[in-house]
């Protein structure tokens, strides 16, 4: 358990953004902070938004409540595509920080534009990255003004900042899924693809194998490798992993992520 500060840009009072193909970036940026909250929450932490606070106050807003990590979200305008995170120039943390958010946050299509300093940007220095004690990230989700980069935001909005806020809270140690989710690997839904050598539980609401037979008590609880996966098309699950030691296939809706490889 960790508290975290999970901002949207420009949502103080006075305070406004760009906007672009009927979204502003306000609403955007608040509408990706409470889904990032909501997912985190899940995971066990606990996230302040302070939604409403101009830049000063949702600095102050970090360091007063102790968080471990600030990310706060924006989207990007001029005649790109794609996402890219800003890092404190110098800060090794936030730079290793946003290298994952980035990878995290590129994906159904969106391009990844890698990370910036903020040294780069025309003001300078970005407060939310130099004025708050924790580890910090900005991440520009996409592009407002372009057409195509809102026809995946807008298909897609859960899935992107979910990925990005399970490598943000695992850049940073933390739990990054949630808790008895029955369908961790679902995709988009908590960092990437299981992978053979991952370690996985089943859950204890699990009754049988994929491949039909009752699965014993003793089976739940003990941590897992996944030795070798296939594709399925069974009750609620896509994927089947067969597990070491009991050397059964286990559906995925059955298993539970306990650390990547
Ligand atoms: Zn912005």
């Known amino acids: 358990m960790a508290k975290l ?7 103080g009072t006075n305070e406004s953004g760009a906007s672009g193909n009927g979204l502003n970036e306000k609403a955007v940026a608040k509408e990706a902070a409470t889904i990032a909250t909501n997912y985190a929450k899940r995971c066990g932490h606990t996230v302040i938004n302070a939604f409403g606070s101009d830049i000063n106050g949702r600095c102050n807003a970090a360091n007063s409540n102790n968080v471990v990590g600030v990310l706060e979200f ?3 305008a001029g005649g790109g595509q794609g996402a890219e995170s800003f890092y404190c120039a110098g800060a090794n943390d936030s730079k290793n920080l946003a290298q994952k958010t980035v990878n995290a946050g590129a994906i159904k299509g969106l391009k990844n534009r890698g990370v910036k300093p903020d040294t780069s940007t025309r003001f300078g220095r970005l407060g939310i990255l130099r004025d708050t004690k924790a580890s910090a990230v900005l991440h ?3 592009f407002i003004d372009s ?3 809102v026809k995946i935001w807008k298909a897609n909005k859960t899935a992107i900042v979910e990925s990005i806020t399970a490598a943000f809270l695992a850049g940073l140690g933390l739990k990054s899924t949630p808790s008895g989710s029955s369908t961790p690997n679902k995709s988009g839904g908590g960092g990437r693809a299981w992978i053979v050598g991952d370690k996985v539980k089943v859950i204890a609401a699990a009754t049988h ?6 699965i014993p008590s003793f089976v739940k609880g003990p941590t897992y490798k996944i030795k070798q996966i296939k594709s399925v098309n069974q009750s609620r699950s896509k994927r089947a992993y067969l ?3 009991i050397n059964s ?7 539970q992520l306990v650390a990547y490889k």
């Open 5 to 11: 500060g999970f901002f949207g840009g420009h949502n």
């Open 74 to 76: 924006h989207t990007n």
């Open 140 to 142: 520009e989700l996409f």
């Open 147 to 149: 057409a195509s980069d």
């Open 209 to 214: 194998y994929q491949t039909g037979e009752k």
């Open 243 to 245: 597990l070491d030691s």
């Open 249 to 255: 296939w286990v559906l995925e809706q059955d298993c």
